[in-house]
């Protein structure tokens, strides 16, 4: 079946703009993760969301990022007046429930501001 | 706060020639560790989910091992396909269902 799927694939911003990235998970995957991958760094947890739960937001940078997911299916993560540091491969993931179970990862967004 | 570290940063094989890599990590309670492969513009694949201490997973020319403090990512008999970034995550009780990732080992196998 379809994996995950993120777009846009590339996106380039000028410093100071609002980006809006977009994640479609894996059907019937109640839970969706985001993370990012910054050069030479591991991925860094950002946010997960659980079926109706409130999400954890507990790995957002700064309150310039946010993160909804609308009918418990597509998510979409919105940086807002961008900064050069936000520079970097935002990955969505997806898994059946929370907990131990794998994540599947999509191919991820490339975020280059300039 | 949970840690992991990877080594080596990155490992260069001949063809055939076996080898481990190994994820150290530190986290208040285990709920799983997991390793994956991720291919230069693509996303991590997953590979395995590891629970307990002791516990072997295979999957062709790969396997994995875990202690209580460390796990082994086995290769044996490499093939230049097998050339990617593997990436160790552990999964903390206390964490939610967070991922925190260590920094990879980028294994090139060369024909």
């Known amino acids: 079946g379809a994996g995950v799927s993120q777009s846009p694939s590339n996106k380039v911003t000028e410093k100071g703009k609002d980006v809006e990235l977009r994640c479609d998970p894996i059907?019937?995957?109640?839970?969706l993760y985001w993370y990012r991958q910054s050069l030479g760094q591991g991925l860094e947890f950002l946010i997960y969301f659980q079926g109706n739960s409130a999400p954890d937001k507990s790995g957002l940078p700064s309150d310039r990022f946010s993160a909804e997911r609308t009918g418990g299916s597509v998510s979409t993560l919105t940086i807002q007046r961008t900064q050069q540091e936000d520079s970097a491969v935002y990955l969505c993931?997806?898994?059946?429930?929370?907990?131990?179970?794998?994540?599947?990862f999509g191919p991820g967004t490339r975020l280059t501001v300039l | 706060e949970d840690q992991v570290t990877q080594s080596p940063e990155a490992l260069r094989l001949q063809e055939g020639e076996s080898s481990s890599l190994n994820c150290s990590y530190t986290?208040?309670?285990?709920?799983?560790l997991f390793w994956y492969r991720q291919d230069p513009g693509k996303g991590p694949e997953f590979l395995f989910t590891l629970y307990s201490a002791g516990e072997e997973k295979e999957k062709e020319r790969l396997k994995a091992t875990l202690t209580k403090k460390e796990s082994f990512l086995h290769i044996t008999a490499p093939k230049p396909e097998d050339s990617a970034t593997y990436l160790c995550?552990?999964?903390?009780?206390?964490?939610?269902?967070?991922?925190?990732f260590g920094e990879g080992t980028q294994l090139t196998v060369n024909p």
């Open positions: 986290v208040s309670g285990l709920r799983g």
């Open positions: 059907s019937g995957h109640t839970a």
């Open positions: 995550a552990v999964q903390a009780k206390a964490s939610g269902s967070r991922l925190t």
């Open positions: 993931a997806s898994s059946l429930v929370g907990g131990g179970l794998e994540q599947f």
